[in-house]
C-alpha cells in the first residue's frame, strides 16, 4: 500500500479529496464519509447500530459482534479495506464517480467470495452467506437503477 501511496505522490498528509479533512490512513479507512457509510452497512449486516471507527476497534468490535468467526476476520477487514481503498482511488486520481455504494459493497464481497472459494466446504458456505448478506443489504439501501446518477454527489458531500 505504501508503494502506491509513493507512485501516487502522496506525502503522508494534506487534504482529503473526498470530504477536505485532514488525510490519515486512518481517516481514509474508517473516519471518511464514505468508509463510515461502508462499515456501517457491515455493522448492519452484523446486526448491530454502530460500525468500528478505527484499526483498533475493529478488532474489539468483532470479538464483541463475531466471536464465533474469529477466522473470517481478517478476511472481512481485507475485502472491506481493499473495497474502499479501490473506491477512493477511483474517484481521487480518476475522476471516476462511484455510481453507488452499492458498487464498493460488492467489490468487497467479491473479495469475500473469492476468499470463500479457498476455503474448507463448511467455512467456505458460511463466509459466502456473509458476503451475500452484504450485498442484499447494498441493495435495500441503493436498488439498482439506471436513473440513478447520483450516488457519486453523496460520496463528495
Ligand atoms: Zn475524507
Known amino acids: 500500500m505504501k508503494d502506491n501511496l509513493l507512485k501516487r505522490n502522496w506525502n503522508g ?31 448492519m449486516v452484523v446486526g448491530v447500530d454502530c460500525g468500528p471507527v478505527s484499526w483498533e476497534s475493529f478488532w474489539i468490535w468483532v470479538e464483541m459482534f463475531m466471536p464465533r468467526v474469529v477466522k473470517f476476520h481478517m478476511v472481512g ?3 472491506t479495506c481493499w473495497a474502499i ?18 458498487e464498493i459493497v460488492r467489490l468487497a464481497s ?16 458460511a463466509l459466502e452467506e456473509g458476503s451475500e448478506a452484504l450485498k442484499s443489504a447494498a441493495l435495500h439501501f441503493h436498488p439498482r437503477s ?8 453523496v460520496l463528495l458531500q
Not at 481503498?85 to 452499492?102: P, Y
Not at 473479495?111 to 458456505?125: D, M, V, Y
Open 77 to 79: 477487514l481485507a475485502g
Open 85 to 102: 481503498w479501490r473506491a477512493r482511488n477511483n474517484i481521487c486520481f480518476e475522476q471516476k464517480f462511484v455510481r453507488s455504494h452499492t
Open 110 to 125: 467479491s473479495l469475500i467470495s473469492f476468499w470463500a472459494e479457498l476455503q474448507t466446504e463448511e467455512e467456505g458456505k
Open 13 to 43: 498528509d494534506g487534504k482529503c479529496c473526498i470530504c477536505a479533512q485532514n488525510k490519515t490512513v486512518q481517516h481514509m479507512f474508517f473516519e471518511c464519509t464514505m468508509a463510515r457509510y461502508i462499515w456501517s452497512l457491515v455493522a
Open 146 to 153: 439506471p436513473s440513478d446518477g447520483s450516488a457519486g454527489t
